[in-house]
Protein backbone atom coordinates (compact mmCIF):
# COMPACT_ATOMS: atom_id res chain seq x y z
CA UNK A 1 0.00 0.00 0.00
CA UNK A 2 1.21 3.43 -1.11
CA UNK A 3 -0.46 6.58 0.16
CA UNK A 4 0.35 9.77 -1.81
CA UNK A 5 0.05 13.53 -0.73
CA UNK A 6 1.02 16.55 -3.52
CA UNK A 7 1.98 19.85 -2.53
CA UNK A 8 3.02 22.91 -4.19
CA UNK A 9 0.19 24.13 -6.31
CA UNK A 10 -1.05 27.62 -6.67
CA UNK A 11 -2.07 30.61 -9.08
CA UNK A 12 0.92 31.96 -10.89
CA UNK A 13 1.29 33.73 -14.36
CA UNK A 14 2.30 33.11 -17.26
CA UNK A 15 5.72 32.36 -18.34
CA UNK A 16 6.10 31.50 -14.10
CA UNK A 17 7.25 28.30 -12.64
CA UNK A 18 5.66 25.92 -10.02
CA UNK A 19 7.73 22.92 -8.13
CA UNK A 20 5.19 20.09 -7.26
CA UNK A 21 6.01 17.55 -4.78
CA UNK A 22 4.25 14.18 -3.70
CA UNK A 23 5.56 12.77 -0.65
CA UNK A 24 5.29 8.80 -0.45
CA UNK A 25 4.24 6.43 2.44
CA UNK A 26 6.39 3.44 2.86
CA UNK A 27 9.59 2.09 2.78
CA UNK A 28 9.28 0.18 -0.93
CA UNK A 29 8.72 3.89 -2.43
CA UNK A 30 12.08 3.25 -4.55
CA UNK A 31 10.32 0.17 -6.05
CA UNK A 32 7.65 1.84 -8.28
CA UNK A 33 7.27 3.97 -11.26
CA UNK A 34 5.98 7.46 -10.65
CA UNK A 35 3.83 9.34 -12.92
CA UNK A 36 2.22 13.10 -12.70
CA UNK A 37 -0.75 13.69 -14.99
CA UNK A 38 -3.25 16.23 -14.68
CA UNK A 39 -7.18 17.05 -14.97
CA UNK A 40 -8.87 20.18 -16.30
CA UNK A 41 -12.43 20.98 -15.95
CA UNK A 42 -14.93 19.32 -18.01
CA UNK A 43 -11.79 17.27 -19.44
CA UNK A 44 -10.39 14.07 -19.23
CA UNK A 45 -6.92 13.40 -16.73
CA UNK A 46 -4.21 13.15 -19.04
CA UNK A 47 -0.43 12.11 -18.94
CA UNK A 48 2.30 14.91 -18.16
CA UNK A 49 5.29 13.09 -17.21
CA UNK A 50 6.28 9.60 -15.74
CA UNK A 51 9.66 8.32 -14.29
CA UNK A 52 11.25 4.65 -13.62
CA UNK A 53 12.29 3.54 -9.92
CA UNK A 54 15.85 5.01 -10.50
CA UNK A 55 15.45 8.02 -12.50
CA UNK A 56 17.31 7.12 -14.76
CA UNK A 57 14.47 6.95 -17.13
CA UNK A 58 11.36 9.63 -17.47
CA UNK A 59 9.25 9.90 -20.00
CA UNK A 60 7.45 13.39 -21.21
CA UNK A 61 4.14 14.14 -23.13
CA UNK A 62 4.65 17.00 -26.15
CA UNK A 63 3.08 19.55 -24.18
CA UNK A 64 5.22 19.21 -21.50
CA UNK A 65 8.24 18.12 -22.83
CA UNK A 66 11.05 21.14 -22.51
CA UNK A 67 9.18 23.32 -20.05
CA UNK A 68 8.41 20.31 -17.22
CA UNK A 69 11.10 18.40 -15.70
CA UNK A 70 10.18 15.02 -13.37
CA UNK A 71 12.59 13.83 -10.69
CA UNK A 72 12.39 11.48 -7.75
CA UNK A 73 14.34 11.53 -4.13
CA UNK A 74 14.21 8.28 -2.99
CA UNK A 75 15.69 8.67 0.20
CA UNK A 76 13.19 11.52 0.97
CA UNK A 77 10.34 9.22 -0.95
CA UNK A 78 9.25 12.09 -3.11
CA UNK A 79 8.89 12.66 -6.71
CA UNK A 80 8.89 15.90 -8.00
CA UNK A 81 7.43 18.28 -11.37
CA UNK A 82 9.40 21.34 -11.75
CA UNK A 83 6.96 22.88 -14.35
CA UNK A 84 8.90 26.36 -16.55
CA UNK A 85 7.01 28.34 -18.53
CA UNK A 86 3.28 28.01 -17.38
CA UNK A 87 0.49 28.86 -19.56
CA UNK A 88 -2.99 29.28 -19.12
CA UNK A 89 -3.59 25.88 -20.88
CA UNK A 90 -1.39 24.01 -18.07
CA UNK A 91 -4.26 25.18 -15.47
CA UNK A 92 -5.60 21.52 -14.08
CA UNK A 93 -5.53 19.60 -10.93
CA UNK A 94 -2.19 17.56 -10.47
CA UNK A 95 -2.35 14.28 -9.29
CA UNK A 96 0.91 11.63 -8.48
CA UNK A 97 0.67 8.51 -9.54
CA UNK A 98 2.34 5.26 -8.54
CA UNK A 99 2.74 1.51 -10.34
CA UNK A 100 4.11 -1.48 -9.52
CA UNK A 101 7.10 -2.69 -11.17
CA UNK A 102 9.21 0.22 -11.53
CA UNK A 103 11.21 -0.44 -14.04
CA UNK A 104 8.75 1.10 -17.23
CA UNK A 105 7.46 4.22 -17.50
CA UNK A 106 3.78 4.14 -18.23
CA UNK A 107 1.36 7.31 -20.08
CA UNK A 108 -1.90 5.48 -19.24
CA UNK A 109 -3.73 6.27 -15.61
CA UNK A 110 -5.16 2.89 -15.75
CA UNK A 111 -1.58 1.39 -15.19
CA UNK A 112 -1.04 3.20 -12.22
CA UNK A 113 -1.89 1.92 -8.89
CA UNK A 114 -2.21 4.43 -6.76
CA UNK A 115 -3.00 8.06 -6.65
CA UNK A 116 -3.02 11.56 -4.62
CA UNK A 117 -5.52 13.82 -3.91
CA UNK A 118 -4.25 16.39 -6.25
CA UNK A 119 -3.07 19.91 -6.04
CA UNK A 120 -4.82 22.82 -8.34
CA UNK A 121 -2.33 24.71 -10.82
CA UNK A 122 -3.69 27.80 -11.90
CA UNK A 123 -1.86 30.09 -14.63
CA UNK A 124 -3.33 33.70 -14.97
CA UNK A 125 -3.07 35.08 -18.75
Known amino acids: QVQLVESGGGLVQAGGSLRLSCAASGRTFSSYAMGWFRQAPGKEREFVAA????????YYDDSAQGRFTISRDNAKNTVYLQMNNLKPEDTAVYYC??????????????????WGQGTQVSVSS
Open 97 to 114: AARFPGTEVRGMAEEYDY
Open 51 to 58: INWSGGST
